[in-house]
């Protein structure tokens, strides 16, 4: 760089950008949990705005505090809080596939029956089988009543969200 060039501000659109930016990443805080939220460790005032922003009900509110959480964003590096929104992301989308794969799992066991539970024991074979064809049965017997159904169905999805989570 010679000596006579001058160093030019960032464009006009250029900041519009970066504002943009900031806004749409204060707006995805807004969407986080507060444990999540608080896990982050964000300035005080900015976490206080994102707060406040989940109470907003108003639309023209909320786009104000929007553009303010924006606003305090601009002090803020956003490399830290991109980083931990996508392992966050991913550690959701991560428990989204295991839940998954479980209910396709319970989806066999009440459609297949005995060859569904055959194979879930090759795969698992610390499963309690007797207990699982009782709820199995259950959760499939058309001579019980619905809720009763409904109930075996879920107790039959937490016994298989534990055996998987005690194998892994």
Known sequence: MQEDEEVRPPSKSARKREATAAQDLGTRLIALKETEL?????????HDAILLAKRITSRGGLARQRQFIGKLMRDID??????ALAQSSRGHALDAEKHHRLEAWRARLLTEGAKALDELIKVRPDADRKALQVLIDKAAS???????????GR???RSLRTLFEASS
């Open 38 to 46: 608080a896990a982050l460790e964000l300035p005080e005032r900015l």
């Open 78 to 83: 956003p490399a830290p809080l991109e980083a």
């Open 155 to 157: 107790e039959l999805f």
């Open 142 to 152: 058309e001579r019980v009543d619905p809720r009763s159904r409904e109930a075996a």
